[in-house]
């Protein structure tokens, strides 16, 4: 394969140095799901804990183990997720408070 040549900086280009400021944050994203998949876990070892073959004196019904397990995971996936956010959020005010000075080059070429 042939080498390309570079392509020739016209006289109107100009180079900027800026120095910005980094901060590091956490992904949210992975912490969520982290959150949602530890509430799918206490809801299965809640629901082999749960014996919902017994009638529920409220409502004179038998659950099967999938809808107790669908019960619980409805309520602790959500507070997988809120405990999920309120890490990452500690997380970001504790770890990603650090900042540091990155110095960058912006090239701008002239048409």
């Known amino acids: 394969?042939?080498?390309?040549?570079?392509?020739?900086?016209?006289?109107?280009a100009r180079d900027e140095r800026q120095t910005l400021t980094v901060r590091r944050?956490?992904?949210?994203?992975?912490?969520?799901a982290a959150g949602a998949f530890l509430g799918i876990l206490v809801a299965l070892l809640l629901t082999v804990f749960i014996d919902g073959s017994d009638i529920s004196p409220y409502t004179q019904v038998v659950y099967s183990q999938m809808q107790v397990f669908g019960f619980t995971a409805?309520?602790?996936?959500?507070?997988?997720?809120a405990v999920g956010a309120i890490v990452a959020l500690i997380f970001e005010?504790?770890?990603?408070?650090?900042?540091?000075?990155?110095?960058?080059e912006h090239e701008q070429h002239g048409m």
């Open 25 to 32: 944050a956490p992904k949210y994203g992975v912490f969520l």
């Open 74 to 81: 409805l309520i602790f996936v959500v507070l997988g997720v």
């Open 93 to 104: 005010r504790t770890v990603g408070g650090r900042t540091r000075q990155v110095t960058v």
């Open 1 to 12: 394969m042939a080498e390309q040549p570079a392509p020739e900086r016209s006289s109107a």
